[in-house]
């Protein structure tokens, strides 16, 4: 659904724009871009730390949990009804903080989900201005982001300004973006198969010669040394 209405929103764009057809467009890989970015790289690394935190401690919280229950479990058969169901009712009440802890921590808008906005927001903020001034710098009417909902089914790489925006944030490659060396056009002739002239297939025509060199060695054989008996 999201690739049908971001198809959408790309025709609408296109048709928003006066003589849409003689505009030039491009796009870019905005996670790519991030990729190239140290401060990106950081803001995962303090999201991993933060994420195999809070696993540790639903891992800790799971142990103790199943301690609970194997000790209920030796001592079902001298409990008193009433002691069984007080035990029940704390195996049941850990069980639901568990599951509400690792949802206030994993779930959707939780401890993790937030914090990854909090880091990536400023990260986000940097790609769109570069990718606001390299469309201006280029007069381009649309930029598409083909790491967005928009499904790209071919991308024409003379339309890819991701390494515009790279250089924009001062992470571009020396060796991008530069017209190729200009020089005579050279053709380049296969080399040909050697052919022994004397040897023919089953089929009546010659087969390829094998070079010397690609012949498997002979093999040599060493005839056993008899002992003779002093």
């Not at 990260?123 to 990718?131: G, I, L, N, R, S």
């Not at 967005?148 to 944030?169: I, K, R, S």
């Not at 380049?188 to 297939?201: A, L």
């Not at 010669?209 to 002992?227: E, G, L, N, Q």
Request: charged fraction near 30%.
């Amino acid at each position: 659904m999201k690739n049908i209405s971001g198809l959408w929103l790309a025709l609408l764009l296109l048709l928003a724009v006066p003589s849409a057809q003689a505009q030039k467009f491009g796009w870019v890989d905005s996670e790519f871009i991030m990729g190239k970015m140290p401060e990106y790289a950081k803001a995962q690394t303090e999201l991993n730390a933060l994420s195999d935190t809070w696993q540790k401690e639903i891992e800790a919280q799971k142990k103790d949990l199943d301690k609970l229950y194997r000790t209920y479990q030796a001592e079902e058969v001298v409990l008193t009804e009433a002691m069984k169901k007080k035990r029940q009712d704390e195996i049941l009440k850990k069980e639901q903080d568990i599951k509400a802890y690792q949802n206030k921590q994993f779930g959707y808008e939780g401890q993790l989900f937030k914090k990854r906005q909090e880091l990536n927001k400023p990260v986000q903020d940097k790609v769109f201005e570069a990718c606001e001034k390299v469309a201006k710098k280029k007069s381009l009417a649309v930029l598409f982001d083909k790491s967005g909902d928009l499904t790209m089914l071919y991308t024409n790489p003379a339309h890819d300004y991701t390494e515009f925006v790279l250089e924009e944030l001062g992470l571009g490659a020396e060796d991008r973006n530069q017209p190729g060396p200009k020089g005579p056009l050279k053709t380049v002739v296969p080399p040909k198969t050697p052919v022994d002239p004397n040897f023919e297939s089953d089929s009546g025509t010659p087969e390829p010669a094998i070079s010397p060199a690609t012949k498997a060695p002979a093999t040599k054989t060493t005839r056993p040394v008899k002992k003779t008996s002093k």
